[in-house]
């Protein structure tokens, strides 16, 4: 079992991630098959928070970086847009190697890698070098944090892969949370620079940890060339209906998530509230219930109820927005809703990786790339109707703007849902069996 006693004071981040993501597992272990124990699954979801939190350190240091850089405020997103473009650079073109090559081998290359990005950036002296390191810690942090996801889903059994898949996105959860308060903390009192250091001594620790336990896989049973790996995947995105339906329900929900988060600080850091960015990011970490939720529905998933899981999930989605556009009355209606939303949010991702996963096994590392192709283009159309909405309808115009997709999402749902393969019974019969001899 994993501890972190030799993580304490230099990364707080591993800790804390820890221990939440140890709780994640506590309610789980008792199904988790002996194929992957419970500090492996642990293990997977503790390095999937650490690897993702890199992508979005950036967000609460941008005064300081435009401050050391000589950028204008209206320019320096420029850094966070550097960073998106390695993200959707690295579920193009990185991502799928993990269906070509040896993902241990794979993983190993890109966590040395990421640590050189992340020392790039602190060492960063001119804005181009600045952005060079960005974009290249969102590429390696990235394909990091799927190609960790997909080694788990082919490393699980089964019967066992929708709850280990749960976890693991239970990690990714956690680490989009802490991401920024941690990043917040370092550099108040260390400078910015020091939060990259940081993060690349961990990114290291990573490195020697995950180089002698994680598991040894067969080669990929499929030999074909990069570029026909990569046209598979257009090849996927027009005939695999499974992708398809949950990936724009993924589309959706994604859409509504960054319909809330960019446009929350608005009306947060105006009058009357006028709090911190301190204050605001905050607010996020009452998300931390939306990674017990991914636990609990990659498990319903393997029971056969994802699509039973899906439905509950889009109601709590668009009940949430009720809750949110009361936020002006009391700010535990802004929690309420907080919560409300990520549960719903965070249920249906996991079930839909779970029900994308079980269709073609040997091509995990490409499904998920597809499917996050989905994610990439809900994001960026809900952020930039999110705040168009803001400005000509302030915050009750983004709540019914918020609603619509949400609402959306479910009627496409309930189209859909006898379209759907259903769960095989004997794999519903393998579940029962691996919880019996657990």
């Not at 168009?388 to 496409?412: K, P, T």
Request: hydrophobic letters at 55%.
């Amino acid at each position: 079992m994993l501890n972190n006693q030799n993580c304490q004071l230099p990364c707080p981040q591993v800790g804390l991630a820890l221990n939440i993501a140890e709780s994640l597992v506590n309610d789980q272990s008792a199904n988790i098959s002996p194929f992957l124990g419970k500090g492996l699954v642990l293990l997977f979801a503790v390095a999937c928070a650490l690897s993702v939190a890199n992508v979005y350190y950036a967000q609460p240091l941008l005064d300081a970086l435009a401050a050391d850089f000589g950028f204008s405020q209206a320019s320096i997103g420029i850094v966070i847009t550097a960073t998106q473009v390695g993200c959707a650079l690295a579920l193009l073109f990185i991502v799928p190697l993990g269906d070509l090559m040896n993902r241990r081998r794979l993983t190993m290359a890109q966590l040395f890698l990421l640590c050189a990005a992340l020392i790039a950036v602190g060492m960063a002296s001119s804005p181009a070098v600045l952005l060079i390191g960005m974009l290249s810690v969102g590429l390696l942090g990235t394909a990091m944090t799927q190609g960790l996801i997909a080694y788990a889903a082919s490393a699980a059994a089964p019967a066992e892969r929708g709850r280990v898949v749960g976890v693991a996105q239970g990690g990714v959860v956690i680490g989009l949370l802490l991401a920024r308060t941690v990043a917040g903390w370092v550099a108040d009192m260390s400078g910015w620079r020091a939060v990259y250091f940081v993060s690349a001594a961990v990114a290291l620790l990573m490195l020697v940890v995950l180089s002698r336990v994680l598991p040894a896989q067969a080669p990929p049973t499929e030999r074909i060339s990069y570029l026909k790996l990569l046209s598979s995947m257009f090849a996927m995105l027009a005939n695999e209906r499974v992708l398809q339906i949950r990936g724009v329900i993924a589309m959706l929900m994604f859409a509504a998530f960054s319909i809330f988060w960019s446009a929350l600080v608005l009306p947060l850091s105006a009058a009357p509230y006028s709090f911190s960015h301190t204050v605001i990011g905050s607010f996020g970490l009452v998300g931390i219930l939306g990674a017990l939720a991914a636990a609990r529905a990659g498990h319903w998933a393997d029971h056969g109820h994802g699509q039973r899981t899906t439905g509950l999930a889009l109601v709590l989605l668009l009940l949430s927005w009720l809750a949110l556009a009361m936020m002006s009355y009391s700010l535990w209606a802004l929690v309420l809703g907080i919560i409300l939303l990520d549960l719903g949010g965070q249920a249906i991702h996991v079930t839909n990786q779970s029900m994308i996963f079980r269709t073609q096994p040997a091509a995990h590392s490409r499904l998920v790339a597809c499917y996050m192709i989905f994610y990439t283009v809900g994001s960026g159309l809900g952020a930039i109707a999110s705040t168009a909405v803001y400005a000509s309808a302030g915050w009750d115009g983004v709540c019914l703007l918020g609603a619509a997709v949400s609402l959306l999402g479910l009627v496409f749902w309930g189209l859909t849902v006898r379209l759907m393969p259903k769960v095989p019974v004997d794999a519903q019969k393998a579940v029962a069996h691996g919880e019996a001899t657990d």
